[in-house]
């Protein structure tokens, strides 16, 4: 023990030398270079005098930023991001000044603008050297995050465990995006995820199961069920809207916001986090209080708005931005080359990846990731009761290079370096913590669905309706949650991603949503029927169900209620609709059950339009410029997957002994699917809401009522709900109670450990 404490003070010893070292030597090159700086007095000094006023010029500015500059980044949260840039530039050249003028007899100077560069430049310096000695060092790493941890838990009550690690565990959900329960068994497998794998091999450590998306299998459907308990009246990633002529898009901050207060109002319930939760990369809030990244958040004014503040806190420590640029850097440099070695070789399927998208992706698998991780380890220091995190790498990639290519396998190999550095975290911290794994949807491959027939979804409904067609197939917008959260960190306007609105009003709205396409006509009042359209259109319908592309359509029948349409006049009442034959029968168990939820919606379009879907292949031909797509169903993007440790209880015993009430508290007219299919695994996000609510009551134990305002996801006060407000429901009334053990359960497997792991 004292050996290892001797060698790290060694290590760290070096490293401040090596960093003061740099910084003397940059000094002297920069006094050489530029005209306006100087190291010497007028009349010229030794060289071991120069070196001797570099050396301490360098010591003194390393000393004032490590001492003032984390005062200065807390007071940057509340700078415009305009001007934010120019503001750092400037405090640090001050900083440098200031060290300038205390090298004894003057003999530092100069001129302020070029203070800000010198300042610039040795900022840089310092911290890639720092970075070359700890770069691969996670020790130092979990160091550096542990000193700012406990700043911020100062002052925390001590109640949630201590050196001995006592008391109820928390919890950390960690969200791996797009990732489907496929691709995470043969990724483990294949030994590209040994954390993963490691798990799955240990007896007493983790369990997994596959789950089952709703007809909409994408983020915003899925995260808005798990964190708040309801996804009804989500049909898809984008939909529109007729009474307010509006289309809602998951991914941009108002519709986020209003998607959560939606679902808020309808479960009366705050969100899975709402009790000392943390919500870290996400479209929604989940009712936390400590909020960093969140999509939702960054449409609200004043407390709890501040979506960018996980920027600032992680990017204070120069390390960590060094760190950071220097990934950012070479995956962007990785991109470019994996993309022209795809067109080189030209592999099929692929879509255009040029533009900004080498930077959107670094983006999404280096600096969102490294935030995210980065808070989560403030979170776990901090003692957190809940964390639920997104990591949005795979997902943005898989799009482009295709949920099985190298590129994909490769991002995945990251992600499970940074649950090995959480799992490592977990087991060094004051409180014991579970590790949940979980995915939102997985990614079917395949090829384009314009790349495949030379025209767009929008094309073929134009050509349908007897409208004027582009002769060249344009190509559509894709869905991108990485490139809104973009333009959120740049305090940019998120895009509305669309032209429709701009549209003739007698003109159909097409949208899409990966292999799910939905179309509107906003001069019709009200969801249009099947009559209504035949008669303005008569061969759009037929040309949409018995074209090679598209699987089967939704559609409401004035005469026989909705039907679903499919290829040679197939016509089935969704009363009727089955699994085991029909236009649905390729898509497997649940899809009949799915479409008739989702019919239920109040802004389900006009026509739901689902794609093709070859079972022998796995593959979908999606609506957007995607080779690896989600949103509608057929294959793998509805098969995402749960892991748990043994310790807690199984999901099926949960959702059996709560199958009930399901049923009594569903509203009326809402179609119920079974929460246990056949088969095993578990239907719908909002079933895993509940099997994730039940593990936070199995660990924590009896809690006081959830708080007002915490639902809003801006953080608790004291006052607890008043009757009847959101947030004061079923789930809220649980929590509040003692927690009854639910039978042992029937199977083989063998005995969970009492206490649970973390891995």
Do not use: C
């Amino acid at each position: 023990m004292a050996d290892g404490k001797w060698r790290r003070a060694g290590a760290t010893l070096i490293r401040v030398i090596a960093v003061w070292a740099a910084s003397a030597l940059t000094l002297l090159a920069l006094a050489g270079i530029l005209p306006d700086f100087r190291l010497q007095s007028d009349d010229g000094d030794t060289i071991t005098r120069t070196a001797f006023t570099a050396a301490w010029g360098a010591g003194a500015f390393g000393l004032l930023s490590a001492l003032v500059w984390p005062v200065l980044v807390r007071a940057l949260l509340i700078v415009p991001a305009l001007v934010l840039g120019a503001l750092v530039f400037f405090l640090n050249g001050s900083l440098l000044l200031i060290a300038l003028r205390l090298i004894p007899d003057g003999r530092g100077d100069a001129a302020p603008e070029t203070a800000v560069v010198v300042a610039a430049v040795m900022s840089a310096v310092a911290s890639a050297t720092s970075t070359a000695f700890a770069v691969r060092d996670d020790d130092a790493y979990r160091r550096r995050l542990s000193r700012l941890a406990y700043r911020r838990r100062r002052g925390r009550p001590a109640d949630q465990g201590g050196p001995g690690r006592e008391g109820p565990p928390g919890t950390v959900f960690i969200q791996l995006d797009g990732v489907g329960h496929d691709a995470l068994v043969a990724a483990a497998a294949a030994g590209l995820m040994p954390t993963v794998a490691g798990w799955l091999a240990d007896s007493s450590g983790h369990r997994l199961t596959p789950w089952r998306t709703d007809w909409s299998s994408q983020t915003g459907a899925s995260q808005l069920a798990i964190l708040h308990g309801s996804n009804h009246d989500v049909p898809a990633f984008r939909w529109y809207e007729k009474e307010t002529r509006t289309v809602m898009v998951s991914s941009r901050p108002a519709s986020a916001l209003e998607m959560q207060r939606r679902a808020i109002e309808r479960t009366r319930d705050g969100g899975l986090l709402t009790i000392d939760g943390a919500s870290r990369g996400n479209l929604f809030s989940g009712g936390a209080g400590q909020l960093a990244l969140v999509l939702s958040m960054a449409a609200r004014r004043g407390k709890g708005s501040r979506s960018r503040a996980g920027y600032f806190a992680y990017f204070s420590d120069p390390a960590n931005a060094t760190r950071t640029a220097l990934s950012f850097v070479a995956e962007v440099v990785r991109e470019i080359g994996q993309s022209t070695r795809a067109r080189a070789r030209k592999v099929t399927p692929r879509v255009k990846r040029g533009g900004l998208y080498p930077f959107i992706r670094a983006f999404a698998t280096v600096v969102e990731r490294d935030v995210v991780v980065a808070a989560v380890l403030g979170d776990l220091f901090a003692g957190r009761t809940a964390v639920y995190a997104d990591l949005v790498a795979y997902d943005e990639v898989a799009h482009h290079s295709g949920p099985h290519s190298r590129d994909a396998e490769k991002v995945l190999e990251r992600l499970d370096r940074s649950l090995a550095l959480i799992a490592k975290i977990a087991d060094r911290t004051p409180r014991a913590y579970r590790i949940v794994l979980l995915s939102d949807h997985g990614q079917s491959p395949g090829e384009t669905f314009a790349g495949k027939y030379g025209l767009t979804l929008k094309d073929l409904v134009r050509a349908g309706s007897g409208l004027p067609v582009p002769r060249r197939a344009q190509r559509t917008r894709s869905a991108s949650e990485a490139r809104d959260a973009v333009r959120i960190a740049l305090h940019r306007p998120v895009e509305g991603g669309v032209d429709e609105q701009a549209a003739k009003l007698s003109d159909p709205i097409v949208l899409a949503s990966g292999n799910l396409g939905l179309i509107s006509f906003p001069d019709i009042g009200g969801r249009a029927s099947r009559e209504q359209i035949d008669r303005r259109h008569p061969a759009l319908l037929s040309t949409l169900a018995n074209h090679p592309g598209i699987g089967f359509l939704l559609v409401r029948s004035e005469e026989h209620g909705s039907v679903v349409l499919g290829p040679g006049g197939a016509e089935v009442p969704i009363a009727e609709l089955s699994d085991e034959e029909g236009p649905l029968a390729v898509f497997g168990a649940g899809a009949a059950d799915a479409v008739r939820r989702t019919d239920t919606f109040p802004h389900v379009a006009d026509i739901m339009v689902n794609s093709m879907y070859d079972p022998g292949t796995g593959t979908v031909h999606a609506f957007e410029e995607q080779i690896g797509s989600h949103g509608g169903l057929g294959g793998e993007q509805s098969r995402p997957f749960l892991l748990w440790p043994r310790g807690l209880t199984d999901p099926l015993d949960i959702m059996a002994a709560e199958s009930v009430e399901s049923v009594e508290s569903a509203e009326p007219g809402e179609s119920v699917s079974a929460p246990v299919p056949p088969g095993g695994g578990l239907v719908g996000a909002e079933a895993v809401h509940r099997v994730l609510t039940r593990w936070l009551q199995e660990s924590s134990g009896p809690q006081v009522p959830v708080r007002a305002e915490g639902f809003a996801g801006a953080g608790p006060v004291d006052e607890p709900f008043p009757p009847g407000a959101p947030g004061a429901g079923p789930t809220a009334a649980r929590t509040a109670q003692a927690i009854q053990p639910l039978p042992p359960p029937n199977r083989q497997d063998p005995a969970p450990d009492a206490t649970g792991t973390t891995a």
